[in-house]
Nanobody, 125 residues
């Protein structure tokens, strides 16, 4: 049974930082696509960042240069380092895993088979 459990969410001030982690069990990545998505009430999931293979990463334009996605193979953990946070980054953040390499940019929610329950990130002064 595949389980993805996010942690690290919380509150931050604009300009601050947070680090999200996603502990994965029952799934061996083997270089396949994993990603982070976010959702605000009333809107669809938005692709934030994806990682393909060992080093290929893609980012939404809105977070490029501020967020960094990484995968810890030894601990089977997906991470998202978020810096220079903005109020518009406020959302529920989800990690997701696929059984295949990334399709295109890897930022389409429909391509991912497994999802975590999410962790809330709130950025406000």
């Amino acid at each position: 049974q595949v389980q993805l459990v996010e942690s690290g969410g919380g509150s931050a001030q604009p300009g601050g930082s947070l680090r999200l982690s996603c502990a994965v069990s029952g799934y061996k990545r083997n270089g396949n696509c994993m990603g982070w998505f976010r959702q605000v009430p009333g809107k669809e999931h938005e692709g934030v960042a994806a990682i393909d293979g060992d080093v290929t990463t893609t980012y939404a334009e809105s977070v490029k240069g501020r967020f960094t996605i990484s995968h810890d193979n030894a601990n089977n953990t997906l991470n998202l380092e978020m810096n220079s946070l903005k109020p518009e980054d406020t959302a529920m953040y989800y990690c997701a895993a696929d059984l295949f390499p990334c399709n295109g940019l890897g930022l389409s929610p429909a391509d991912f088979a497994f999802w975590g329950q999410g962790t809330q990130v709130t950025v406000s002064a």
